[in-house]
């Protein structure tokens, strides 16, 4: 249903031979002779490519706004005052402020470790975007410079958060992280047993402790209502600050979604029989409802894949504050 557009993508695709072994080559991912594949599969290998491009396209624009709004939190607010957030950018700012280390080489080398970790637990895919969005922002931060806006303590610990979480928010929805505390956040959660919540809550616990001591209680004050402003702007960003999401998915493709799920993504599905109308009078046929829960950090990946099987699938997210028993904690998150 969703090949209505071949007779259009194809003959542009046979007029490019370069972007046809594009195709080939990043797609479907096969070794034949070009002259082996039918229009059929070159006309939907066109459409998962288009889709990619412009997926990958949105997350770069996405991740370098966050960048952006994150550099004008740190050298716009918090830098000039010494105040700082929780985290890794809290850790990093701390750091700078006591040692006088320039914030772009910390900003670096605090985050390599969760590099790593998110590498080994989530994905090279998601290690790379971070590891990109990471430099630029140290780039950003070392190279642009931004005005000072303010020396009121109560505006730069207010807006400071603000840019900084929707920095922040803005990476995440563009499928990486400039801060890594929740990579080991979901690390500790895993093997201790516990909610990514807690983890993260006592995190900045310690952080803001060592604030106190090393720079002065009224900072660590201050700080921690950065960190508030920086979180509640990271919820509305992101739409949710849960963990996982439940996603209902309601598409005459289901068997197609079904096998994405658990093997491109390697989540389990449920899948429930159900019927699908409107109205009194209206269509009245069964129909296979899909439902898998995944992390917050793959609804970007499964919104891409489910653009490529069926555009028009129904897609209702809820938010889950935790999950026990399953697979969603087994096994490792593919980004």
Known sequence: MFFVNCKIT?????????????????????????????????????????????????????????????????????????????????ISLLISATTQIPLYILLIVINIPFIILGYKIIGKKFALKTTLAIIGLALCVGTVDFPNVTNDNLLVAIFGGFFLGMGIGLSVRGGAVIDGTEVLAIFLSRKLGTTIGDIITIINIV?????????????????????????????????????????????????????????????????????????????????????????????????????????????????IKDTKGGMIKKRPLKH
């Not at 194809?10 to 070009?34: A, D, G, Q, R, Y």
């Not at 739409?239 to 390697?266: A, K, L, N």
């Open 207 to 319: 952080i803001f402790s060592v604030a106190a001591y090393l720079l002065s209680v009224e900072i660590a004050l201050y700080s921690m209502i950065t960190y508030l402003a920086a979180s509640k702007m990271l919820d509305f960003v992101i739409e949710g600050i849960e963990e996982y999401t439940g996603v209902t998915i309601i598409s005459p493709h289901s068997e197609e979604i079904r096998q994405m799920i658990t093997q491109e993504m390697g989540r389990g599905v449920t899948i429930y029989t159900g019927k699908r109308g409107y109205g009194k009078l209206g269509e009245n046929a069964d129909i296979e409802i899909v439902y898998t829960v995944i992390t917050r950090l793959e609804i970007n990946k499964l919104q891409t894949e489910l653009e490529k099987i069926d555009p028009h699938a129904f897609v209702v997210m809820n938010r």
């Open 10 to 90: 194809f003959p542009f695709t046979s007029m490019n031979p370069f972007l046809t072994k594009i195709i080939i080559e990043t797609t479907l991912k096969k070794k034949k002779n070009p002259k082996d594949y039918s229009k059929y599969e070159l006309a939907k290998a066109f459409r998962n490519f288009r889709i990619i491009l412009l997926s990958t396209i949105k997350d770069i624009i996405l991740i370098t706004l966050g960048i952006f709004s994150a550099s004008f939190g740190f050298k716009g607010f918090l830098l000039t005052n010494h105040f700082i957030d929780g985290g890794a950018t809290g």
